[in-house]
């Protein structure tokens, strides 16, 4: 039966680890987006303070 059980605890850890893996790519994916919005918003800033200017 220990055998049974830690082959059981060995697949939920290896699909819970599968799952938190998903889950940092993820994450990984919404701060490239939200890093990538923050620059263009900057550029749009820094585009209007230019023309501004003039």
Known sequence: MASS???SEDALRRA???RQ???DA???AVRALKA???AAAKAEIVLSLVL???
């Open 36 to 38: 990538a919005g923050a």
């Open 16 to 18: 819970l680890a599968e």
């Open 26 to 28: 993820q994450a990984e």
């Open 5 to 7: 059980t830690t082959t």
């Open 52 to 54: 501004l200017k003039d």
């Open 21 to 23: 893996a998903a889950v």
